[in-house]
């Protein structure tokens, strides 16, 4: 039986406006899994005013006591594990694995949220008058507005929202029309039940075909005056224009083109392992996913043939499985979206290592490609699902050169026995992270995340995240009269 859900107003559960609502359907099973309500233009603006409203006090708030509440928040989130495991199994079709891992990493968020609330903030700053004391002080900037996707619904649920509300600001939360409840609802029933006050985050669902006008509505407030996206590329340039037309800073980190390099000295079992999970865990849709895996030419061969077996024995089916590995993607459109990229690369000469083939319902098969041509879609196009090109080099120079010819730079990992070597190269990628001695696939909260080019800018994490979300201010005073010339 489907669960039904309003709006988060003010601390209050509450229908839309209209009366309309909107259907959250499982990619698992194709049936209604929640309805949740339609918002329009007005219930966002209802949602600014509540927002605006508990401002100045949750801003007032004492340190320690926010820092209790984010602790148990995480608490509670990790309290509700199994709760939110077959949420992600029903909502978003998310493995055992990979739904663990997003309570896992969001209460070590909630935590470092907690830990940042109390570390010093601000400087002591050199005047140029005698007897002046100078301080660059953090102060909240107000109304956040927050974007969550569903791809990591849990842990980017929370993310959206952490080191806002940390850093003293109120939230209105957007979360996607695919996982309302796990990256919007869900979040925000673990915070007030953990003692968040009434109005401090609010979540406005919507109907797919209003979220150009909700997003629009609630950036264009006056009243919000920063912005956070997590999600596509496209979609994320269109954050940014509404953003740079209000003169709102924006946080946005967006799709991923990222390479796996396995260089020369690498141990080809462990490599083999390492692209394995960067590639396919949960399915591939994930922004750091390898949709490319670059093998000096002296391994190609034995790499490419280990990785094939592996890939080709992933278990795939049913997310509620505990040892399934390919899980549906978001839905049965995504799935033929993939396996769009795939023929389209095979009709321009790519060739199928393993896989391929049609999708069942939204889950298609574990797919590995050679020989992708440029004229691809797929060569320069993310693939998010589980999708990727082996590729060879001969030399650094070649590898650099192949992960770099991308618009996008988010991530990056290189797998080689030798850490220098690969900090070398390292250091030549144009991507906001990369994992030397590992894949692509990383997050740890106290880390500065975020990508480079068309993968966005703005950092979440540590220090980095409350910095996103908070005004520098310039405060002197003088301990002595000053002296004027008139």
């Not at 003692?195 to 797919?208: F, Q, W």
């Not at 280990?306 to 795939?316: D, M, N, Q, T």
């Not at 991507?431 to 997050?443: E, F, K, L, M, R």
């Not at 979300?469 to 005073?477: E, K, M, P």
Request: proline residues 6%; aromatic residues 6%.
């Amino acid at each position: 039986m489907a669960i039904h859900r309003e709006l988060l107003i003010g601390g209050k559960d509450v229908p839309a406006r209209s009366g309309r609502r909107a259907r959250d359907v499982s990619p698992a099973t194709g049936e209604v899994y929640a309805t949740v309500a339609a918002a329009g233009p007005e219930d966002v603006t209802a949602a600014v005013d509540a927002a605006a409203a508990a401002f100045e006090e949750w801003a007032a708030l004492s340190p320690s006591a926010r820092r209790a509440l984010f602790l148990r928040a995480a608490d509670l989130l990790e309290e509700r594990a199994e709760q939110a495991i077959a949420l992600m199994a029903a909502e978003v079709g998310g493995t055992r694995p990979w739904a663990g891992f997003n309570v896992m990493l969001a209460a070590g968020m909630l935590r470092e949220a907690a830990a940042a609330i109390t570390a010093p903030r601000g400087e002591v700053l050199t005047a140029q008058q005698e007897g002046v004391l100078g301080l660059a002080v953090r102060e909240p900037v107000g109304v956040v507005a927050a974007f969550s996707p569903w791809n990591a619904p849990i842990i980017l649920g929370v993310r959206s929202v952490a080191a806002a509300l940390a850093a003293g600001n109120t939230v209105v939360m957007k979360p996607s029309e695919d996982a309302p409840v796990a990256c919007g609802l869900f979040v925000a029933d673990v915070l007030r039940d953990a003692g968040l006050p009434d109005g401090v985050l609010n979540v406005v669902t919507n109907d797919p075909a209003d979220a150009a006008e909700v997003a629009e509505a609630l950036i264009a407030d006056p009243r919000v005056r920063a912005v956070n996206f997590t999600g596509s590329t496209e979609v994320g340039r269109i954050i940014g224009v509404h953003a740079a037309r209000h003169l709102k800073p924006a946080l946005l980190e967006l799709g991923g083109k990222n390479a796996i390099i396995v260089l020369d000295d690498a141990d080809v079992d462990y490599a083999v392992d390492a692209a394995t999970f960067g590639v396919f865990m949960n399915a591939g849709q994930i922004c750091m996913s390898g949709d490319r895996v670059l093998v000096h030419e002296s391994l190609a061969e034995e790499f490419t043939r280990r990785f094939a077996a592996k890939v080709a024995a992933l278990p795939s089916g049913d997310p509620t499985e505990p040892t399934t590995v390919i899980g549906p993607l978001v839905s049965p459109a995504a799935a033929r979206r993939v396996a769009a990229l795939v023929k389209d690369a095979v009709d321009k000469g790519a060739t199928v290592v393993t896989g391929g083939g049609e999708p069942a319902g939204a889950v298609h098969p574990a797919t590995v490609l050679a020989d992708v041509p440029p004229e691809a879609d797929l060569y320069r196009g993310e693939a998010f699902g589980p999708v990727c090109v082996v590729d060879t080099f001969a030399t650094d120079d070649e590898a650099v050169a192949k992960a770099n010819d991308t618009e996008h730079g988010l991530t990056a990992g290189i797998i080689t026995e030798n850490g220098t070597h690969g900090l070398r190269v390292a250091r030549r990628l144009k991507t906001g992270i990369v994992h030397v001695n590992d894949q692509s696939v990383g997050d740890e909260p106290q880390a500065p995340f975020g990508g480079f080019k068309a993968s966005g800018y703005g950092r979440f994490g540590g220090r980095w995240g409350l910095e996103a979300f908070s005004n520098t201010r310039w405060l002197t005073l003088a301990t002595q009269q000053a002296h004027y010339p008139f």
